[in-house]
């Protein structure tokens, strides 16, 4: 009898859940569509008039069901969990193991420093929303999101073509490797990567947020660029034409520095005549190239690919995918198919052992 009320108490409480949270992003999204309906051909004067201030945005996340978002929970947490400790452990070994302080390490150093902000601007938020019946984030939270997750996702593209030059060197240049790959190129490097990610997020952020924006219901679990566009009643033709020039840049100039590097790797390995010289200078390219695969896949599907209908779902999965799974991955790809990463490991767990 006991356990039967508990789930009747839970059934109610799931099904009091949903409904609060319907009622609310519907009510959300009459009281918009009733007071903000702008016609694009109307004198910007009338706009700004009707136009009204949002002080905070409701985030609608990945589902309204109860049962689904606690699945969701459990499932990125322990995701969030595998990055945290996973990229804190990358640091460390780089750090404690003078071995790993080369070119190829700092650069995944900053790599997994980026991963780990990365996931602590998403993350967080994520799992206090997924246990909250009222999804809402105030407007300059949004805003400061929006800035830091662009900001170290551009930098994190930029920073795989950083690396990918890196591995052009030493499968290319290898007796002028450590004098090309001096340290002050490898710290210019990673600042440049940092400022132009810093800096194209900036411009994005001025521009998409001193648009009028007629709703606060965000189809997302976070701020992000494409969705918080869809809230605006002005013309967004030049954001949209900026957001263009913005992967251009972010994603494809990193993309083409990759390909170029990785096809002049390719044709060093093939002149190599040993397997086993091939299988060496293969492998210290086979993490980076998987990586990179992945991100800028995921990436370059998302924001130069084609619009449809069902899209923005999918733009949701693959924001997940990147803002989580990729910052998961990054750490175990790395260690896992690198054996200096693996003897530093044992190393440190001997130490402490």
């Known amino acids: ?13 799931a099904l009091l859940y ?33 136009q009204t201030w949002v002080n905070e945005f409701i985030l609608l996340g990945l589902s309204s069901d109860w049962g689904t978002q606690v699945s969701l929970f459990v499932l990125i947490l322990a995701m969030y969990l595998v990055t945290f400790v996973g990229n804190s452990l990358i640091l460390l070994l780089i750090r404690q193991d003078s071995r790993l302080h080369t070119p190829m390490y700092f ?33 300059y939270s949004c805003v400061l999101q929006f800035y830091v997750s662009l900001a ?8 795989l073509g950083a690396m990918a030059y890196d591995r052009y060197v030493a499968v290319c240049h290898p007796l002028h490797y450590t004098v090309i790959m001096h ?15 810093f800096t194209n997020s900036l411009m994005e952020t001025i521009i998409t947020f001193r648009l009028p924006l007629c709703y606060n219901v965000i189809n997302h679990f976070a701020c992000e660029t494409l969705a918080v566009l869809r809230l605006a009643c002005g013309d967004i033709s030049f954001n949209k034409i900026m957001v263009a020039v913005s992967g251009f ?29 091939r299988s060496k200078a293969f492998g210290t390219c086979a993490s980076h190239l998987t990586v990179v695969c992945m991100c800028f896949g995921a990436s370059i599907f998302t924001y130069l690919g084609p619009r449809s209908a069902s899209s923005v779902e999918e733009e949701k999965m693959v924001a997940l995918f990147y803002a989580l799974v990729a910052p998961m991955l990054n750490p175990l790809i790395y260690s ?18």
Request: glycine residues 8%.
């Open 1 to 13: 009898m006991l356990r039967e009320g508990r789930n009747d108490s839970g059934e109610v409480f």
């Open 18 to 50: 949903k409904a609060d949270y319907d009622n609310l992003a519907e009510e959300q999204m009459l009281n918009l569509h009733g007071n903000n309906l702008f016609d694009s051909q109307k004198p910007m004067g009338q706009e700004k008039k009707n």
């Open 107 to 139: 650069f995944l150093s900053v790599l997994s420093l980026v991963d780990l902000c990365y996931a602590n601007s998403i993350a967080p938020q994520m799992l206090a929303h997924l246990l909250s019946a009222k999804k809402s984030i105030p407007f």
């Open 152 to 159: 170290l996702g551009g930098s994190e593209f930029f920073l």
């Open 183 to 197: 340290e002050g190129l490898c710290l210019r490097l990673a600042t440049g990567c940092l400022v132009a990610g």
């Open 249 to 277: 840049l972010v994603l494809m100039l990193p993309c083409s520095l990759v390909l170029f590097s990785y096809a002049y790797i390719v044709a060093a390995i093939l002149r190599i005549r040993s397997m086993q010289g």
């Open 336 to 353: 896992l198919r690198n054996k200096e990463v693996m003897a530093a490991l044992w190393k440190v767990l001997e130490k402490f052992g």
